[in-house]
Every structure is written in structure tokens, then in C-alpha cells.
T-cell receptor, first 111, second 115 residues
Framework: GENVEQHPSTLSVQEGDSAVIKCTYS??????FPWYKQELGKRPQLIID?????GEKKDQRIAVTLNKTAKHFSLHITETQPEDSAVYFC??????????FGTGTSLTVIP | DAGVIQSPRHEVTEMGQEVTLRCKPI?????LFWYRQTMMRGLELLIY????????DSGMPEDRFSAKMPNASFSTLKIQPSEPRDSAVYFC?????????????FGQGTRLTVV
């Protein structure tokens, strides 16, 4: 199956600073790359996604970039706020819809 | 739609007992996933169903684990016999699509504790 690696595993930033989380994948057939946010004690929920025919996508303070040649994609959060503190998971999806997730990044935004 | 519904929310059982976790996917979704979440391993894909058929069960850790999907609106994950190392949060998720992938919606999870 797909092998998704995610870095860093933990990340602390000061409120207002930017946070970047990076993922790599192994299967060149993967064509859908969602990012999920999981707050403490809650379920993972989609925050943004990107498809293989797009290099970058932005939604307010969050953005994702995709480099298909290098097989890596990144999540960028600007102007971080305490409510951004959570665990973030990336995923790489092959046709056939098997969702393989990265190991997660625990983000702490320090007020 | 109420979303993906899992039951029970919490389960505490003794080692050696059988545990059954239940999931009702979102109506109309054709893919269902079972995940296990631990601090050490993150979100592990255990098994994936498409149109009620198990497509990939390579993530199922051992023969003690089994999953079924008798119809489009119900799935179970069974552990028999349970062991303390099975303690984790188990999530069910569903989505729609095959060639064009779409968002996976997660249930609230079942927190399993085996003592």
C-alpha cells in the first residue's frame, strides 16, 4: 500500500507565527491529498484538500502545496492562533479510495 | 444526516473477552474504513470495504480481529479474544467515490480499554 511519512511529529510556535507540516508519499498513482485536524478527544475532520492536477490551494489562513514530481506536499498555517492547536494528519489517496494517513503532527500554539 | 455513527462510545472489558464495535456509515457512501488510533502508531488503517466487499484487510493485526459489512448501512469490527494491547480508539469512516476520491467522514470513535 501507500507509505505516507509526516514531519515533524511535534511543533510548537508562538501565536501569530507560521507553521509548516510536510508529508511525502510513495505511490505515484495517488491523486488526492487531504489534510485532517483532530482536536483533543474529537474525531479527525477535513480542513483542506488538494488534487494532483493542482499545485497549490489556499483557504484563508491555511494553504497546501503539492509537488508531484518529488512526491511531497505541505500544509501551511499563517497567523497561528491558540485554537489551531491540534493534531494534523496528512493523507495520500490512490484511485480506489484507500485512505492512508501520516503519523500526525501535534501542533501547539503558545499564546 | 447524522453522520457516521459508532457504538459504543466507550468499552471497558476484561482480557479474553469478545468485543464488538459497530458502525453505521453515512447513507449513500460506498466506502467504509476501520482505523485504530494509538499514541505510538497514529491512525492505522485496519480494513477497507467498498460496496460492502472487503478490499484490503492487510492492516488487520492478527486473526483475533475480524470485520464484516453485511449491508450498506452497517459494519462490525470484532476482537476475540481481546488483549490489553488492543486498548486504543477505534474509528470508523465512510466516503463516496472510486475513481474520483472524496472526503472521508469519521465517526466519534470507540475508546476501548482492555484490562
Amino acid at each position: 500500500g501507500e507509505n505516507v511519512e509526516q514531519h515533524p511529529s511535534t511543533l510548537s510556535v508562538q501565536e501569530g507565527d507560521s507553521a509548516v507540516i510536510k508529508c511525502t508519499y510513495s505511490d505515484s498513482a495517488s491523486n488526492y491529498f487531504p489534510w485532517y485536524k483532530q482536536e483533543l478527544g474529537k474525531r479527525p475532520q477535513l480542513i483542506i484538500d488538494i488534487r494532483s492536477n493542482v499545485g497549490e490551494k489556499k483557504d484563508q489562513r491555511i494553504a497546501v502545496t503539492l509537488n508531484k514530481t518529488a512526491k511531497h506536499f505541505s500544509l501551511h498555517i499563517t497567523e497561528t492562533q491558540p485554537e489551531d492547536s491540534a493534531v494534523y494528519f496528512c493523507a495520500a489517496i490512490r484511485p480506489g479510495n484507500q485512505f492512508y494517513f501520516g503519523t500526525g503532527t501535534s501542533l501547539t500554539v503558545i499564546p | 444526516d447524522a453522520g457516521v455513527i459508532q457504538s459504543p462510545r466507550h468499552e471497558v472489558t476484561e482480557m479474553g473477552q469478545e468485543v464488538t464495535l459497530r458502525c453505521k456509515p453515512i447513507s449513500g457512501h460506498n466506502s467504509l474504513f476501520w482505523y485504530r488510533q494509538t499514541m505510538m502508531r497514529g491512525l492505522e488503517l485496519l480494513i477497507y470495504f467498498n460496496n460492502n466487499v472487503p478490499i484490503d484487510d492487510s492492516g488487520m493485526p492478527e486473526d483475533r480481529f475480524s470485520a464484516k459489512m453485511p449491508n450498506a448501512s452497517f459494519s462490525t469490527l470484532k476482537i476475540q479474544p481481546s488483549e490489553p494491547r488492543d486498548s486504543a480508539v477505534y474509528f470508523c469512516a465512510s466516503s463516496w467515490g472510486i475513481s474520483s476520491n472524496t472526503e472521508a467522514f469519521f465517526g466519534q470513535g470507540t475508546r476501548l480499554t482492555v484490562v
